[in-house]
């Protein structure tokens, strides 16, 4: 397949996947058509136009990756792009932050999605290239620039040792990983499972920001019980009307999710 045409495949999926998350529901103080959520900032036309401005840069992701360049040599790049797509989204969003851990995830899994079809790997070498490309990433939380405004990860880090979705991509994505196998179906319902999947195993560093180490505690025991036990909507509403009213938002959860979601279709579509 042309470089051009397969980047412009892959942002088909990208836009796909982020849509599907801001409409999975319930999902437990998240942005949704359906409500706010825990914010007061935005809301789903908040999210639509991010995503909007975001994709382009994806398709500029793909094209770093679709290359015979080793991915080891990707990093300045990649983090270019980024930067640019952040500003862009600021720029769109009036300021609010929308979307700024999932341009890192999506984009980190793009680039790697790109460069292991370029290089003719299998779907398990994706996680790989993720490890490789950002292997610096996390060395970064040891040099933070105080003077800046600091993230949700980098806060995390700062008072718990807690990397967040930087560590997640680390180790390779390990929880989008198993993820993948609770993701059985394309519909709302096992999105929402997913979610619950994810939140259960997710040091989620936007809950701590928000509502503490000890709330993330609670949440991953309820998302347990709940995935281990079963659960009725009734239930799901009960708790996402519970997290709103506590300020509680997984977001480091919504950008795993939508990663699960984008490599479960790429999967279909490249690597079968």
Known sequence: ????D???KLIEYTNQAMLYELFTSPSFGLISPYTNGSHTDMNAKTFIDSISVINGYMFKFA???????????MYEEAVRIGKDCEQAMFQKTNGVNTHKGLIFVLGTLVISVAKAYYDQLSFDSIFINAKTLIRDKLTELHHIDHSKELTSGEKAYLSYNIGGVREEAYRGFPTIKQALNVLCSNDSN??????IYIMSRCDDTTIINRAGLETLTRVKEEMSTLYKEGYDKSRLYDLEHDYIEKGISPGGSADLLCGTLFLSLIKTEFFT
């Open 190 to 195: 096992s999105f929402v499972r997913t979610l």
């Open 63 to 73: 094209k770093l990756g679709f290359s015979e360049i080793p991915i080891d040599t």
């Open 6 to 8: 397969f980047c412009l």
């Open 1 to 4: 397949m042309r470089k051009e």
